[in-house]
């Protein structure tokens, strides 16, 4: 158990889960379409998140990481020669792999990151100043579950469109919307857990709004909200099983473990493992009615 424990932490530290819960995505966009993995955007989704993801912790370092209350933060400026091994390991493998994918995929791709990185940086006027898209009332949320849903979706999409492949326009438009709801209900539980970290920013989070209780309530009813218009869809069977069982461990979690302990700080991180989950999920679904 302890050595499963560290395992998760180590997954967590260095960014490999979200990495991991990026390509997740992207390959689940292909199972939806019914059409081949693409390994080379799949390979660009996880390399690119892992650097982002990366760069942007290397840059939020404390002025003194080992007296910092988090435990993530501690280690990861202990073990930073790790998180530099894998940016390496990472940019090579997003080198490698942007040589397959179609010139105008990589603009789209190029776009995404700026997108991304507008999340911090003050381009934006508000109350008189410039600021990012984090200082926005309640933009924090959105702007993370919009950059996941165009670079896991739309990206693919966009390929698979330039490779001649049919996309029904319908169907896109279904899965980016539901992506986005998903999205929004993994993300949320970590907002709620940082009410009043994000509060000592003056960053007003959606929690931080309406309350840590009423954001409790929201997650649950954009999960069920989410079943809902998954039950209601066109999807063949196996992908409305993979998701709505998905989403019924998603709210067990929730329930018994990430709202019941949210002062345990990795908790929430479940929630990028249910990421990679609803892929597993959905994927031996499709094997068992195969």
Same mark, same amino acid.
């Given at each position: 158990? #302890?050595?499963?424990?560290?395992?998760?932490?180590?997954?967590?530290?260095?960014?490999?889960?979200?990495?991991?819960?990026?390509?997740?995505?992207?390959?689940?966009?292909?199972?939806?379409?019914?059409?081949?993995?693409?390994?080379?955007?799949?390979?660009?989704?996880?390399?690119?998140?892992?650097?982002?993801? #990366?760069?942007?912790?290397?840059?939020?370092?404390?002025?003194?990481?080992?007296?910092?209350?988090?435990?993530?933060? +501690?280690?990861?400026?202990?073990?930073?020669?790790?998180?530099?091994?894998?940016?390496?390991?990472?940019?090579?493998?997003?080198?490698?792999? $942007?040589?397959?994918?179609?010139?105008?995929?990589?603009?789209?791709?190029?776009?995404?990151?700026?997108?991304?990185?507008?999340?911090?940086?003050?381009?934006?006027?508000?109350?008189?100043?410039?600021?990012?898209?984090?200082?926005?009332?309640?933009?924090?949320? %959105?702007?993370?579950?919009?950059?996941?849903?165009?670079?896991?979706?739309?990206?693919?999409?966009?390929?698979?469109?330039?490779?001649?492949?049919?996309?029904?326009?319908?169907?896109?438009?279904?899965?980016?919307?539901?992506?986005?709801?998903?999205?929004?209900?993994?993300?949320?539980?970590?907002?709620?857990?940082?009410?009043?970290?994000?509060?000592?920013?003056?960053?007003?989070?959606?929690? #931080?709004?309406?309350?840590?209780? +009423?954001?409790?309530?929201?997650?649950?009813?954009?999960?069920?909200?989410?079943?809902?218009? $998954?039950?209601?869809?066109? %999807?063949?069977?196996?992908?409305?099983?993979?998701?709505?069982?998905?989403?019924?461990?998603?709210?067990?979690?929730?329930?018994? $473990?990430?709202?019941? #302990?949210?002062?345990?700080?990795?908790?929430?991180?479940?929630?990028?493992?249910?990421?990679?989950?609803?892929?597993?999920?959905?994927?031996?679904?499709?094997?068992?009615?195969?």
């Amino acid at each position: 158990m #302890n050595a499963l424990r560290q395992s998760y932490y180590f997954l967590i530290h260095t960014n490999l889960l979200i990495a991991g819960a990026a390509m997740a995505q992207c390959a689940l966009t292909y199972l939806f379409f019914n059409v081949p993995f693409d390994y080379a955007m799949i390979a660009i989704e996880g390399s690119a998140t892992l650097v982002l993801y #990366n760069f942007s912790l290397l840059l939020s370092r404390p002025k003194d990481p080992s007296k910092s209350i988090y435990k993530r933060t +501690r280690w990861v400026f202990k073990n930073e020669w790790v998180l530099w091994l894998n940016s390496l390991i990472a940019i090579l493998i997003l080198g490698y792999s $942007v040589f397959y994918i179609h010139f105008y995929s990589l603009l789209f791709l190029g776009a995404i990151g700026l997108f991304s990185i507008a999340y911090s940086f003050p381009v934006f006027p508000y109350q008189g100043k410039k600021v990012g898209l984090r200082q926005l009332p309640a933009m924090k949320i %959105f702007h993370i579950a919009l950059v996941w849903t165009l670079s896991s979706v739309c990206l693919p999409a966009f390929e698979l469109f330039l490779n001649d492949v049919h996309i029904d326009s319908h169907r896109l438009v279904l899965l980016f919307a539901l992506k986005f709801i998903f999205l929004l209900i993994c993300t949320l539980p970590f907002d709620i857990r940082d009410i009043k970290q994000d509060s000592y920013y003056h960053l007003k989070t959606i929690p #931080n709004i309406i309350g840590a209780q +009423r954001a409790i309530r929201l997650c649950y009813m954009l999960l069920g909200l989410h079943s809902f218009f $998954v039950a209601l869809t066109i %999807f063949p069977l196996p992908l409305k099983l993979g998701i709505l069982s998905t989403n019924f461990l998603i709210g067990i979690t929730l329930r018994t $473990v990430v709202f019941r #302990n949210a002062d345990r700080y990795h908790n929430a991180y479940l929630l990028d493992f249910a990421l990679v989950v609803q892929f597993i999920m959905v994927f031996f679904a499709f094997r068992l009615f195969d």
